[in-house]
T-cell receptor, first 110, second 115 residues
Framework: RKEVEQDPGPFNVPEGATVAFNCTYS??????FFWYRQDCRKEPKLLMS???SGNEDGRFTAQLNRASQYISLLIRDSKLSDSATYLC???????????FGSGTKLNVKP | DTEVTQTPKHLVMGMTNKKSLKCEQH?????MYWYKQKAKKPPELMFV???????INESVPSRFSPECPNSSLLNLHLHALQPEDSALYLC??????????????FGDGTRLSIL
């Protein structure tokens, strides 16, 4: 079983739409959670950390559900520039165990 | 602009060559990482260097060897690589390791091709 799993998509949405991604993790001892954005042939860029109480940054909202072992990312009012692959990442206390999901591809269309 | 600098951006080498990838971070971070990413796959952690201690992913072959000259530099030495080692090699750093809430910041990556 993979440590971190994501729906690969693609999610094709019109501009202005709201879209949500989930990411499940298998190790209940996981302690840190992040969302990254990766454009084609570029490095991952940190989008936001995910905190236990949930957190929001502009149009982006991240949630953590420890009981069900998943994190989510909600994007409101999608822009064309949001088109990218969104990777979730999960870390354990010992950071030589840090896992990325395979990513969810988002295409925002005019 | 990224504050983690990787050189070279692209590297083509034969299977008998020896080369090094360089990574420098300018943020005063205490932990640095090397990842390998194949196309359409997630980054896979290879090495962590934190507080002068190296942690190795046991699945990484010995033809990859990291070197940490100081706390802001983490090099990756390559020797006798195989075609399947062709990938994007990403360096990252974080403020510290093990605190559970420190994100990693990535360099642009080195795109490596093995002939």
């Amino acid at each position: 079983r993979k440590e971190v799993e994501q729906d690969p998509g693609p999610f094709n949405v019109p501009e202005g739409a709201t879209v949500a991604f989930n990411c499940t993790y298998s190790n209940s001892a996981s302690q840190s959670f992040f969302w990254y954005r990766q454009d084609c042939r570029k490095e991952p860029k940190l989008l936001m950390s995910v905190y236990s109480s949930g957190n929001e940054d502009g149009r982006f909202t991240a949630q953590l559900n420890r009981a069900s072992q998943y994190i989510s990312l909600l994007i409101r009012d999608s822009k064309l520039s949001d088109s990218a692959t969104y990777l979730c990442a999960v870390g354990l206390y010992n950071f030589n165990k840090f896992y990325f999901g395979s990513g969810t591809k988002l295409n925002v269309k005019p | 602009d990224t504050e983690v600098t990787q050189t070279p951006k692209h590297l083509v080498m034969g299977m008998t060559n020896k080369k090094s990838l360089k990574c420098e971070q300018h943020m005063g971070h205490r932990a640095m990482y090397w990842y390998k990413q194949k196309a359409k796959k997630p980054p896979e952690l290879m090495f962590v260097y934190s507080y002068e201690k190296l942690s190795i992913n046991e699945s990484v072959p010995s033809r990859f060897s990291p070197e940490c000259p100081n706390s802001s530099l983490l090099n990756l030495h390559l020797h006798a690589l195989q075609p399947e080692d062709s990938a994007l090699y990403l360096c990252a750093s974080s403020r510290s390791e093990g605190t559970g809430n420190q994100p990693q910041h990535f360099g642009d990556g080195t795109r490596l091709s093995i002939l």
